[in-house]
Structure formats: C-alpha cells, structure tokens
C-alpha cells in the first residue's frame, strides 16, 4: 500500500482552493451577477413592513437593471431611498436599480432598501425567506433573505 504525502505549500493552496470554492457557492448569481449577504430585520408582531439588504456586483461588460422584486411573506416589494433633508430622515419611491458594468450597488440601512410591504406574518431572527430579484438581462435570481438583527448583519 502506497502512502501519498502532500507538501505542506501543496495542502494550503487545497485548503485555499476549498475554501474558495465554499465562499462562492453561497453567493447566488446569474451570468455576471453576484447577490451579496441579503438580509432582513426582524419585526413586531402586528408590524406591515419589513426591509431587505444587499449588494449586487455586476462583473460584465454591459450594465443590468433590477426592475422587481417578489417574496411570498410580502403583498409586494418596492424600491425605496432614504434622504436625509432638513435633519430628517425621508423615504422616497427609488424605481428600477441600474447597476453599472464591473460595479456594485448595495442595499443597506440608511440609504437604498427594498420595503417588504404588507407582510403576511413577522419576519423571525434566524430565519430565512426566499426573495426573487428580476433583472432586465440576468432574468431572475432567488435568494434567500436571512432575518438577522442589526448587530449580526454585516457592516459596510
């Protein structure tokens, strides 16, 4: 019987090659798109709106669109911008989201966000919902929205 031995240089560059491997197979994408840590907050019983984050990365040549959304724990989805004006914070309908080629756009607190209106039950920590984004060339991308307080979401 015949023993393999691998070169400690050989079973970091494996090692690193897996682990690769792992981060990219939980980033779900389309072509040139890559859907990064989508995430919710979760809401009080009784609550009608929820929110969900996240960040495209467009890796090809030609600009995309987000042009919808759908959840089944939502009526419907929309885009919406948070502006700061006159020291208050203010909401305004945002419309399609162009993310340019080789760019990323991200949906975080404060700024870009997708509302989750009209939500069938509260959105629990620790659990996941399924979230179709529709894109104007990549079609449709299904991720699924982990709800997760602010402390464990990820930090621009």
């Known amino acids: 019987m015949r023993t393999l031995k691998l070169r400690p240089h050989l079973l970091a560059l494996l090692a690193a090659s897996l682990l690769v491997a792992t981060v990219h197979a939980r980033e779900p994408a389309t072509g040139n798109l890559v859907i990064g840590h989508p995430w919710s907050r979760p809401t009080a019983s009784g609550m009608s709106v929820g929110v969900a984050y996240l960040s495209i990365t467009n890796n ?11 959840t089944p724990v939502a009526a419907r989805v929309e885009f919406h911008r948070t502006r700061f004006e006159d020291g208050m914070a203010r909401m305004r309908p945002a419309g399609a989201v162009i993310i340019a ?39 449709e991308i299904t991720v699924q929205l982990k709800v997760e307080s602010p402390a464990d979401a990820p930090h621009p």
């Open 60 to 70: 090809g040549a030609l600009e995309d669109t987000l042009i919808a959304a759908r």
């Open 101 to 139: 080629a080789h760019a990323t756009v991200s949906a975080e607190p404060g700024g870009l966000h997708l509302m989750l209106v009209d939500l069938a039950a509260p959105l629990v920590a620790g659990t996941s919902v399924p979230l179709v984004l529709q894109f104007k060339t990549a079609g």
